[in-house]
């Protein structure tokens, strides 16, 4: 399967845990999205990266929330101090950086997601 | 900040109808807007792009439409199928720079009845 994949599906923690998620894009594409989504809400944007580097963080993304993608390729997603108001739907999503605008690679592709439950 | 408008209450139709979904935005000009579908409990799946200076693209029974006078996008999905059953998202990307991050609206559920 060439799709973006994340690890895992699911996850179900105890407030203050802290968890920790993956996420493997399209080998090709240079481009790494964080968003996140809760029931009835588009995605929200967290972050992104362009290879290893961050490059944006939304104010949605709190001292809690650190995301890393080393060597330019996988990224983790970590909830420190995990709060009831952090389960939701945790997307990945890649893409190929075209220097266009609305060029045909532009286009995001998603993973499947992991849904947490904090408890 | 850029606004997105979807209707949030689901859209039922009948088999083989034509079905129309409706995204408006505001507070600026998007250079391309993307609509993409979502199933329960899955990731969004990209389905068209159009760009600022097209005004309509089709795919197979998908239709986009994109007025920047408006600010409105209409989506089509004509004969419509039982499978087509799923939540549209519209999405945008951001004014300048950004990385191409996008902005989502809250979708429509669309349900296609026998």
């Known amino acids: 399967d060439t799709g973006v994949s994340q690890n895992p599906r699911h996850k179900i923690t105890k407030r203050g845990q802290n968890v920790t998620f993956r996420c493997d894009p399209i080998s090709e594409h240079n481009r790494l999205y964080w968003y996140r989504q809760t029931l009835g809400q588009g995605p929200e944007f967290l972050t992104y990266?362009?290879?290893?580097?961050?490059?944006?963080k939304s104010r949605l993304l709190s001292d809690r929330f650190s995301a890393e993608r080393p060597k330019g390729s996988f990224s983790t997603l970590e909830i420190q101090r995990t709060e009831q108001g952090d389960s939701a739907m945790y997307l990945c999503?890649?893409?190929?950086?075209?220097?266009?605008?609305?060029?045909?690679?532009?286009?995001?592709?998603f993973g499947p997601g992991t849904r947490l439950t904090v408890l | 900040s850029q606004k997105i408008e979807q209707n949030s209450e689901a859209l039922n139709i009948q088999e083989g109808k034509t079905a129309t979904l409706t995204c408006n935005y505001t507070n600026y000009s998007p250079a391309y807007l993307q609509w993409y579908r979502q199933d329960p409990g899955r990731g969004p799946v990209f389905l068209l792009l159009?760009?600022?200076?097209?005004k309509e693209k089709r795919k197979e029974r998908l239709k986009v439409t994109f007025d920047t006078t408006l600010k409105q996008s209409l989506f089509h999905i004509t004969a419509s199928q039982p499978a087509d059953s799923a939540t549209y998202l519209c999405?945008?990307?951001?004014?300048?720079?950004?990385?191409?991050?996008?902005?989502f609206g809250t979708g429509t559920q669309l349900k296609v009845e026998l």
């Open positions: 990266f362009q290879n290893e580097a961050q490059l944006e």
């Open positions: 999405a945008l990307p951001p004014a300048t720079g950004g990385g191409n991050k996008l902005t």
């Open positions: 159009i760009r600022e200076n097209e």
């Open positions: 999503a890649s893409s190929l950086d075209s220097g266009l605008a609305g060029g045909p690679r532009d286009t995001q592709y």
